[in-house]
């Protein structure tokens, strides 16, 4: 896992100093196609890049967000999932995409609360939102909606300050990055104190009188001045070409070659209020500009107890995921999903002729290893009898998921998957051997 500091903000206001925010850097858990908020239940329209709460599936709710495992946060009792629409690749040549993968992730928490000061709220139990629009093609300078999407070209070699073709936008840039881009959304910080979600998931929800960056005062209909979420999502776009201007390079998993239609979707995962405060809270309330922390965790009181790396870097996802070709690593012919190329402004998606979905969902037990046991390595067994003598079990497409569940059902501690066709067994005997 990375961290890296903030390069650029949308303006903040004066009084409220640029570092009084603190970051939550994640590395990726899962990538699938799965939207509790617009698709609960199913599997969603485009692929998403998913970060936090290992318990995320399409059916989640606040509670199964809290029940998570682990999470990729570095503070462990933040179950909150964040995701977004993956970027693909186009290759021109053979009307091809190939996932890009995401370099890191970044979560701020802004406090950024009415009349210049950190006095702001921590998220409601149950909350969901989502920030921007998928059909969204234009941009309206006028729109904090559409403000509050943008893009960052890095290249951490040159310095291209003052170079417009180089300044943070708020669609897809028309050169390559030779640092990666930064995909970017701000999420309204003013929620209406009544409703967790509402039915286009973010009526409930509006920006502040100061814009997407959370500053000024909340409308009345929305009194309640939360803090401000910002996301990044860094993409190692440099690992591709450019395509010349007759091409798109970059499409967002809905088939927007623009940009314009990136967006952020939230689960609130914090742990339940407690009279009123949370661990949120209390970081909010206590690690503003008095404490500036920004990636510094340890310099935040009440994240201190909680602070596990390791437990964030080793996360992976609890549940199923979307049985389908993502394109990690190679090139598939369509994105997942009804998603052709959607080229210019037109808000009307194009389709795909005889569209079928495919089937259901998965357990990728690859990734799922029962909660209570985990993953601590390989071990060379001596030359005379074995490690574990408990109970055994062969299988040719054993997963490490299987071997614990199978060992769990009979009360052992320890599980090991070794491989069958070694010379101490006939060549006949299956791939793989469980042992407890
Ligand atoms: C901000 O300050 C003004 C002027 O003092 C006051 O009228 C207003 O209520 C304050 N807003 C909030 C949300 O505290
Ligand atoms: C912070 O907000 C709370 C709730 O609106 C209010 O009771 C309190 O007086 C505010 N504190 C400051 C310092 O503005
Ligand atoms: C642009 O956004 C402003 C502010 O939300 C709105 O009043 C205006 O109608 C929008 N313009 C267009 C063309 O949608
Ligand atoms: C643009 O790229 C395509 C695909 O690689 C290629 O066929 C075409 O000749 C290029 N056009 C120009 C003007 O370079
Ligand atoms: C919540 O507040 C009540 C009433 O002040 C108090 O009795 C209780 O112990 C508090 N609970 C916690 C967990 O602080
Ligand atoms: C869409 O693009 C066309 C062609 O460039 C342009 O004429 C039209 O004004 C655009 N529409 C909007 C809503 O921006
Ligand atoms: C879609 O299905 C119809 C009816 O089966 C068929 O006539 C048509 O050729 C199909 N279109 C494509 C693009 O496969
Ligand atoms: C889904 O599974 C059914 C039954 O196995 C099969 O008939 C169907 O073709 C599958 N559909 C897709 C899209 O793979
Ligand atoms: C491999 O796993 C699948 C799914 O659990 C199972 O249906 C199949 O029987 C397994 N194959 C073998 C050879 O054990």
């Not at 009349?115 to 941009?139: E, Q």
């Amino acid at each position: 896992m990375q961290l890296k500091t903030l390069l650029t903000l949308l303006p903040a206001l004066a009084a409220v100093p640029i570092n009084a925010y603190f970051i939550l850097s994640h590395s990726v858990l899962e990538t699938t196609r799965m939207d509790p908020i617009i698709s609960p239940g199913g599997v969603s329209q485009h692929v998403h890049s998913i970060v936090g709460g290992s318990n995320f599936d399409d059916t989640m709710t606040y509670q199964s967000a809290l029940a998570s495992g682990c999470t990729t946060a570095p503070v462990s009792v933040d179950k909150s999932n964040y995701w977004t629409p993956q970027l693909y690749y186009y290759g021109p040549d053979d009307q091809s995409f190939q996932l890009i993968p995401v370099n890191y992730v970044n979560t701020y928490y802004l406090p950024r609360g009415p009349n210049n000061s950190y006095n702001v709220s921590a998220f409601p139990d149950g909350l969901r939102m989502i920030a921007g629009n998928p059909y969204r093609r234009t941009y309206n300078a006028s729109s904090f909606a559409d403000q509050a999407v943008s893009f960052v070209c890095l290249d951490y070699n040159t310095d291209h300050s003052g170079d417009p073709d180089w300044a943070q936008r708020n669609n897809f840039f028309d050169h390559n990055c030779p640092s990666g881009m930064r995909m970017q959304v701000n999420f309204p910080s003013c929620w209406d104190g009544v409703n967790l979600d509402s039915a286009d998931h973010t009526s409930h929800m509006a920006y502040a009188s100061g814009g997407p960056n959370g500053g000024g005062d909340c409308p009345s209909t929305h009194p309640v001045h939360l803090v401000t979420l910002f996301y990044e999502f860094i993409y190692n776009v440099q690992n591709f070409p450019f395509n010349n201007a007759s091409y798109p390079t970059w499409v967002l998993a809905n088939g927007d070659t623009t940009g314009y239609g990136f967006h952020g979707d939230f689960v609130n995962g914090w742990p339940a209020h407690v009279n009123g405060t949370n661990v949120l809270q209390q970081a909010l309330d206590q690690c503003n500009d008095n404490n500036g922390v920004g990636g510094e965790l340890n310099n935040c009181p009440p994240f201190v107890p909680y602070l596990n790396n390791a437990a964030a870097s080793a996360c992976k996802p609890q549940n199923d995921q979307i049985d389908e070709d993502i394109g990690l690593g190679h090139k598939i012919s369509k994105l997942p999903g009804d998603n052709p190329l959607w080229i210019g402004n037109s808000t009307t998606k194009p389709t795909t002729a005889n569209y079928t979905e495919p089937n259901t969902t998965y357990t990728n037990f690859e990734s799922v290893i029962p909660t209570g046991y985990n993953y601590v390595g390989c071990i060379a067994e001596g030359t005379s009898g074995r490690a574990l003598t408990g109970k055994s079990i062969s299988n040719a497409n054993m997963t490490r998921g299987a071997c614990v569940s199978f060992c769990q059902s009979f009360g052992f501690p320890l599980a090991g998957v070794e491989y069958g066709q070694v010379s101490a067994h006939p060549a006949s005997a299956p791939p793989y051997r469980v042992l407890c």
